[in-house]
């Protein structure tokens, strides 16, 4: 599932994301970095990719060879309430 770093919201992943793409939903480039598989913030250039070239506005199009939109897994509201559950009872136990 290809989810827009901007507006949180889903892009159809047989949404071509070209140079010049641009979510449906909010319009801003999908073909940038932080909508990158292989962006990473702290690796060098912010990029986990050493071949890719510098990219220094993160958030514009740009012509990078090696972008790959960032996959994420659907989750389900059970697991998130799980997670908080758990949460929840580690600081009741440390107050």
């Known amino acids: 599932?290809?989810?827009?770093?901007?507006?949180?919201?889903?892009i159809a992943d047989d949404?071509?994301?070209?140079?010049?793409?641009?979510?449906?939903?909010?319009?801003?480039?999908?073909?940038?970095c932080?909508?990158?598989?292989?962006?990473?913030?702290?690796a060098y250039n912010d990029c986990r990719e050493g071949q890719a070239e510098r990219v220094l506005d993160k958030i514009r199009s740009n012509f990078c060879?090696?972008?790959?939109f960032k996959q994420t897994a659907k989750s389900s509201g059970?697991?998130?309430?799980?997670?908080?559950d758990k949460?929840?009872?580690?600081?009741?136990k440390i107050s």
Do not use: W
């Not at 071509?16 to 940038?32: A, E």
């Not at 932080?34 to 702290?42: A, D």
């Open 1 to 10: 599932m290809n989810i827009c770093y901007k507006c949180k919201k889903e």
């Open 15 to 32: 949404f071509f994301v070209g140079r010049q793409s641009q979510c449906p939903n909010c319009g801003v480039d999908l073909h940038c």
């Open 34 to 42: 932080l909508n990158c598989s292989f962006y990473e913030l702290g």
């Open 65 to 68: 060879d090696f972008f790959k």
């Open 78 to 84: 059970t697991a998130d309430s799980g997670i908080k």
């Open 87 to 92: 949460l929840e009872d580690l600081f009741k």
